[in-house]
T-cell receptor, first 113, second 114 residues
């Protein structure tokens, strides 16, 4: 079945540091890939998505590129802020799985001033 | 634009009591609807999903049930809560726009069973 693996946290950074969160996946066919962010006490917000190989999703300074050859969708941001402290979830959906989302375990990021 | 509401935001219930959580979506028609549970410090578990009124699919056998009495209303229920039902419950909707089924989440309900 489909699966998503992302790096375990917590990831602790200083403000203005570079952030990378690794995400790799296993899926049949050509899944769509997503990053969601969850701020403390809130629901999940869609951060960005990519629907086919080599697509780059971007939003709020975050970027991720759909790499089919390495089955990866790593999240990056060049200069983090304290307000980026949150839990980040990588996810995929595939037609073979009825378009249901398969989530990674989440990565907690803490940005210190 | 579409919005999704959940209530209540927070709930504390005794073991053995009933449960009803409600989710409504505005600004879209015939959405797919989903209930997830997030246990403390853990990932998301899909509980139920629905592709239309009265159509419910259960992902895991458990103490909970779901109903969809109206197109944009999704209800999560239990007759008798267990301690293990505590968690953060998230409702989501999706539409198959542009060839991609993207899910959008509500603000969640935090349930504590004592």
């Amino acid at each position: 079945g489909d699966s998503v693996t992302q790096m375990e946290g917590p990831v602790t950074l200083s403000e203005e540091a570079f952030l990378t969160i690794n995400c790799t996946y296993t899926a049949t066919g050509y899944p769509s890939l997503f990053w969601y962010v969850q701020y403390p006490g809130e629901g999940l917000q869609l951060l960005l998505k990519a629907t086919k190989a080599d697509d780059k999703g971007s939003n709020k300074g975050f970027e991720a590129t759909y790499r089919k050859e390495t089955t990866s969708f790593h999240l990056e941001k060049g200069s983090v802020q304290v307000s980026d402290s949150a839990v980040y979830f990588c996810a995929l959906s595939s037609k073979a799985a009825g378009n249901k989302l398969t989530f990674g375990g989440g990565t907690r990021v803490l940005v210190k001033p | 634009s579409q919005t999704i509401h959940q209530w209540p935001a927070t709930l504390v219930q005794p073991v053995g009591s009933p449960l009803s959580l409600e989710c409504t979506v505005e600004g879209t028609s015939n959405p797919n609807l989903y209930w997830y549970r997030q246990a403390a410090g853990r990932g998301l578990q899909l509980l139920f999903y629905s592709v239309g009124i009265g159509q419910i699919s259960s992902e895991v056998p458990q103490n909970l049930s779901a109903s969809r009495p109206q197109d944009r209303q999704f209800i999560l229920s239990s007759k008798k809560l267990l301690l293990s039902d505590s968690g953060f419950y998230l409702c989501a909707w999706s539409s198959f726009a542009g060839g991609t089924d993207t899910q959008y989440f509500g603000p969640g309900t935090r349930l504590t069973v004592l």
